[in-house]
């Protein structure tokens, strides 16, 4: 009884009404009072991670919860070795009016991969292991995603090299990594795919989502293949970004279940989205529904060169579409409650980076709000940005691997608001 109590307590909470969301929206967007306040601020020598108003410290042993203004701990789980290590991890949420084989399968869990390649159940509230399964000994599974949300995960290897002297004796290595795909709750194995290049070429990295397998290559190229009919239905299957960059571009199915499909570069943003062929419902084409473009100024630069002679020669060269001097997209997400698109930009300002959070329309691509960060970006080191309803975090690795987490809390100046009612 109390489960199914749970799970019509959960039906309220995303059963929202529509005009309830549209209000807090509202008060978000256009509030000239609202502001994100930093609140809270911690250092750890391991890696720091988040997930719906928790965060995770010394590799996800510790949790900790966001949703007050002082964090409190929620459980620690006993110390373990490096081989045991929790390396990725993803937050299961309980199915709504779903009936479930067990107590506890009602409360959220967390799925988590460790360094000695098992994949393991825990509980989100009590740390308690409740499943458990061996991946394999071939190679060495490091990556966790969802390919279908809260249904289907991908468990990804780490990408297989091949040493130097392997290399010199004329040794290739003809599989790049492996994907395992699995059902949750309980792990059932749907199948592991081979990434190999004979098959897809000089791919450089690859990912599943959506039961559609993506494929990267060095030249910007991406490949979308469908494990129904292969290439015989994905029309413009091929994206291709235009830029000259020493980062990558990335792809993946926008969050949202719309079905678009999101393609990240340094400059710009493409919403990509798939529509049926006329007069051929079973093939599907690519278009694009929106472009979020970076505020930067023409990255051709002329340089002026003095000779001997003393004649003054101007050079003309492109900046790279990642430079740090421009301003560039470093993390784009998905905010589903207040359906926003949220992305991280930097702009390299004289020895530090300066970045801001900005808020665009999900739909049309339009920017509503923006909200700089206060600390300094170094663009060497690994962030990751979080925005949760009124928070938002920042996690950044810093050198001699401390990592930091910043917790910044929305307020209300009434100061603010009071001088804006009198105008």
Same mark, same amino acid.
């Given at each position: 009884?109390? !489960?199914?109590?749970?799970?019509?307590?959960?039906?309220?909470?995303?059963? *929202?009404?529509?005009?309830?969301?549209?209000?807090?929206? +509202?008060?978000?967007?256009?509030?000239?009072?609202?502001?994100?306040?930093?609140?809270?601020?911690?250092?750890?020598?391991?890696?720091?991670?988040?997930?719906?108003?928790?965060?995770?410290? +010394? &590799?996800?042993?510790? %949790?900790?919860?966001?949703?007050?203004?002082?964090?409190?701990?929620?459980?620690?789980?006993?110390? %373990?070795?490096?081989?045991? =290590?929790?390396?990725?991890?993803?937050?299961?949420?309980?199915?709504?009016?779903?009936?479930?084989?067990?107590?506890? +399968?009602?409360?959220?869990?967390?799925?988590?991969?460790?360094?000695? &390649?098992?994949?393991?159940?825990?509980?989100?509230?009590?740390?308690?292991?409740?499943?458990?399964?061996?991946?394999?000994?071939?190679?060495?599974?490091?990556?966790?995603?969802?390919?279908?949300?809260?249904?289907?995960?991908?468990? *990804?290897?780490?990408?297989? =090299?091949?040493?130097?002297?392997?290399?010199?004796?004329?040794?290739?290595?003809?599989?790049?990594?492996?994907?395992?795909?699995?059902?949750?709750?309980?792990?059932?194995?749907?199948?592991?795919?081979?990434?190999?290049?004979?098959?897809?070429? &000089?791919?450089?990295?690859?990912?599943?989502?959506?039961?559609?397998?993506?494929?990267?290559?060095?030249?910007?190229?991406?490949?979308?293949? !469908?494990?129904?009919?292969?290439?015989?239905?994905?029309?413009?299957?091929?994206?291709?970004?235009?830029?000259?960059?020493?980062? !990558?571009?990335?792809?993946?199915?926008?969050?949202?279940?719309?079905?678009?499909?999101?393609?990240?570069?340094?400059?710009?943003?493409?919403?990509?989205?798939? &529509?049926?062929?006329?007069?051929?419902?079973?093939?599907?084409?690519?278009?694009?529904?929106?472009?979020?473009?970076?505020?930067?100024?023409?990255?051709?630069?002329?340089?002026?060169?003095?000779?001997?002679?003393?004649?003054?020669?101007?050079? =003309?060269?492109?900046?790279? +579409?990642?430079?740090?001097?421009?301003?560039?997209?470093?993390?784009?997400?998905?905010?589903?409650?207040?359906?926003?698109?949220?992305?991280?930009?930097?702009?390299?300002?004289?020895?530090?980076?300066?970045?801001?959070?900005?808020?665009?329309?999900?739909?049309?691509?339009?920017?509503?709000?923006?909200?700089?960060?206060?600390?300094?970006?170094?663009?060497?080191?690994?962030?990751?940005?979080?925005?949760?309803?009124?928070?938002?975090?920042?996690?950044?690795?810093?050198?001699?691997?401390?990592?930091? %987490?910043?917790?910044?809390?929305?307020?209300?100046?009434?100061?603010?608001?009071?001088?804006?009612?009198?105008?």
């Amino acid at each position: 009884m109390s !489960s199914l109590k749970q799970s019509s307590q959960k039906l309220v909470t995303l059963l *929202k009404p529509k005009r309830e969301r549209e209000e807090e929206l +509202d008060r978000f967007l256009n509030s000239e009072s609202t502001k994100f306040k930093n609140v809270w601020t911690t250092h750890s020598k391991s890696p720091i991670a988040y997930e719906r108003g928790r965060i995770y410290f +010394d &590799n996800y042993r510790c %949790c900790v919860s966001s949703v007050a203004s002082e964090p409190r701990k929620l459980y620690e789980m006993p110390k %373990c070795s490096k081989s045991e =290590k929790i390396e990725d991890a993803l937050l299961w949420e309980c199915p709504v009016g779903e009936m479930l084989p067990n107590p506890s +399968d009602y409360k959220s869990s967390l799925i988590a991969l460790t360094a000695h &390649n098992w994949l393991l159940r825990i509980s989100a509230t009590t740390g308690k292991v409740l499943e458990k399964i061996y991946l394999a000994s071939y190679c060495k599974f490091r990556y966790l995603s969802w390919d279908t949300p809260q249904e289907v995960i991908t468990v *990804k290897s780490a990408q297989n =090299k091949v040493s130097a002297l392997a290399r010199q004796a004329g040794i290739q290595q003809s599989v790049l990594l492996y994907l395992a795909v699995f059902h949750v709750l309980p792990f059932s194995l749907i199948g592991i795919l081979e990434i190999n290049k004979k098959i897809f070429g &000089n791919v450089t990295d690859a990912t599943l989502s959506h039961g559609i397998l993506i494929v990267m290559y060095s030249s910007g190229l991406v490949r979308l293949y !469908s494990f129904q009919a292969i290439t015989e239905q994905a029309k413009n299957g091929i994206q291709e970004m235009e830029c000259c960059s020493l980062e !990558s571009d990335w792809i993946y199915f926008h969050p949202d279940a719309s079905g678009r499909i999101i393609h990240v570069g340094p400059k710009q943003i493409k919403v990509l989205k798939l &529509n049926e062929v006329e007069n051929n419902s079973a093939q599907h084409q690519i278009s694009e529904d929106f472009v979020i473009l970076a505020k930067r100024e023409n990255g051709n630069e002329n340089v002026p060169t003095v000779t001997a002679s003393g004649r003054v020669v101007k050079k =003309k060269f492109n900046l790279l +579409d990642d430079d740090p001097e421009q301003e560039t997209f470093k993390i784009v997400d998905y905010e589903d409650e207040l359906d926003l698109l949220s992305v991280v930009a930097v702009t390299q300002i004289d020895a530090e980076g300066k970045a801001h959070l900005d808020f665009h329309c999900n739909e049309y691509g339009t920017l509503l709000k923006s909200i700089p960060l206060e600390e300094s970006w170094d663009v060497t080191y690994s962030h990751e940005v979080y925005f949760d309803r009124d928070l938002v975090l920042h996690i950044e690795q810093k050198p001699s691997r401390v990592f930091s %987490c910043y917790v910044y809390q929305m307020v209300c100046d009434p100061g603010e608001e009071a001088a804006s009612d009198r105008s």
